[in-house]
């Protein structure tokens, strides 16, 4: 039977075997490897090209056709995805004029516009990423890791930003803004991206764990004082002070009083 199989076999079915088992691997190379390709190359997904479109549309008049930069706004090559949807997301751009400082504002764009501009700016060079939303969702943290988030703001952030975040002016006119409100993803970034005068804090520095627990402790500082007429605000030392003498003062006043006529009673 062996025998008979092989002998029926035309003579030619080896190489056409071999042939044809060469065509299926190159027909199968040319089907995946260039799609492959094509989804890892930069610039050709539909979402790049739309944020492309968007950006030259608002942003290019100040940092050029593609990012290159103009005397009115500085270049995007390798700012990263994490700074558009920083300056974006926080509304400072599109900055309405050239200016010292755009500051915070809401956005005018979609979430949408704004990670398609993110994707076509990441594609201009490597640059600090958008964070996965677990990095920036403190909601599982222990109050020890809250209390120590409040200690690495206070060694890294509380010289520009005050204590408790609210904010403090800086040299020449500049300020670092207060950090109330701030959307958790956008604190993340600025930590990264170190925007104007800020300085950079890479994953060596503050690593991922250390920027959940600097979130986690802003968002405790922010709902311990529930606002309203009541609270203090921590608005500053004007303030506070002020309260500090009234209610003092106020205080020794009426003990004074109250001293001076237990005084007159017991003549
Ligand atoms: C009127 C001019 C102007 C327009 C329009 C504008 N920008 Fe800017 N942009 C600036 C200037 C000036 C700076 C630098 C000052 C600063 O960082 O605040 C800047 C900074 C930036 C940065 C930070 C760069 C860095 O080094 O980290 C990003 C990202 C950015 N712009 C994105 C955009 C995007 C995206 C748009 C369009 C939606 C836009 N800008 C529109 C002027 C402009
Ligand atoms: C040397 C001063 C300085 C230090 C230190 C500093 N910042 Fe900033 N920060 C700034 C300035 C200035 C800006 C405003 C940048 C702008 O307007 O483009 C800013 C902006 C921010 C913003 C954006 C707020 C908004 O209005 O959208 C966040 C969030 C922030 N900083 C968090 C931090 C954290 C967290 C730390 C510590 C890890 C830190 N900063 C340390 C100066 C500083």
């Not at 890892?40 to 950006?55: H, M, N, W, Y």
């Not at 608002?58 to 009115?72: I, P, W």
């Not at 904010?167 to 170190?194: C, D, F, S």
């Amino acid at each position: 039977m062996k025998y008979l199989s092989t002998r029926r076999r035309h003579p030619a079915a080896k190489p056409l075997i071999l042939v044809l088992a060469l065509f299926l691997v190159g027909a199968v190379y040319a089907l995946v490897i260039p799609s492959s390709q094509v989804s890892a190359a930069p610039g050709l997904s539909q979402q790049v090209q739309e944020g492309k479109a968007l950006f030259q549309v608002s942003c290019s008049s100040c940092h050029g056709l593609n990012g290159e930069g103009t005397s009115q706004g500085p270049s995007l090559v390798g700012v990263g995805a994490a700074s558009v949807d920083f300056q974006m997301g926080t509304g400072r751009m599109p900055m309405a004029r050239p200016g010292q400082q755009a500051p915070r504002k809401d956005s005018e764009f979609s979430p949408e516009e704004i990670s398609a501009i993110s994707s076509y700016v990441a594609t201009l060079g490597p640059g600090p990423g958008i964070p996965a939303a677990s990095v920036v969702d403190p909601s599982k943290l222990t109050d020890e890791e809250l209390a120590r988030g409040g200690d690495l703001f206070k060694t890294n952030c509380s010289a520009c930003h005050n204590v408790s975040g609210q904010g403090g002016a800086l040299p020449n006119g500049k300020y670092a803004p207060p950090l109330t409100g701030v959307q958790p993803v956008h604190i993340y970034e600025a930590m990264r991206i170190g925007p104007q005068q800020m300085p950079v804090f890479s994953k060596n520095v503050i690593t991922d764990e250390d920027a959940t627990q600097i979130i986690g402790y802003l968002e405790t500082v922010q709902n311990r004082n529930p606002g309203g007429g009541l609270s203090l605000g921590n608005l500053g030392p004007v303030t506070e002070g002020l309260w500090a003498w009234v209610v003092g003062i106020g205080g020794l006043v009426v003990i004074a009083t109250w001293i001076a006529s237990k005084g007159a009673r017991s003549k």
